[in-house]
């Protein structure tokens, strides 16, 4: 999902963060239909891929945007980029309702992992 991601924002040229419902949707689902009916696994585990995804999607987005910047390549600027460059481009690209999208994708994850609903398992 990061490479699809990553490669749909970078056409785009927009960090198309409604993606982050749709790796949580696949994310989760893989997780469901993956799983042996008779094995449970934890309810953390869909979520945590979903915010693991969107993170390192979003920093290869980040990094993207500053190789354009600066005329580095993609690795050097992935590597070289910390965490406080990394956020204040974020603060400074994302809007309220792109914020609101990739904070809605863990709970997406959850509810379609159906680990939030109950803790019956239901087969695909």
Do not use: K
Not at 26 to 43: C, F
């Amino acid at each position: 999902m990061m490479a699809v991601w990553f490669t749909l924002s970078a056409g785009a040229d927009d960090a198309l963060c409604w993606f982050a419902l749709v790796a949580a949707a696949d994310i989760a689902l893989l997780e469901r239909w993956m799983r042996a009916r008779d094995q449970h696994s934890p309810a953390w585990i869909a979520p945590a891929l979903t915010l693991l995804c969107c993170l390192a999607s979003l920093w290869l987005i980040t990094a993207l945007n500053v190789s354009y910047a600066t005329g580095f390549g993609l690795h050097t600027s992935a590597g070289g980029m910390g965490f406080g460059l990394f956020s204040s481009l974020l603060a400074m690209r994302l809007q309220p309702l792109d914020w609101s999208l990739l904070a809605a994708s863990p709970v997406l994850a959850l509810i379609l992992s159906n680990a939030g609903l109950s803790g019956r398992r239901q087969s695909p």
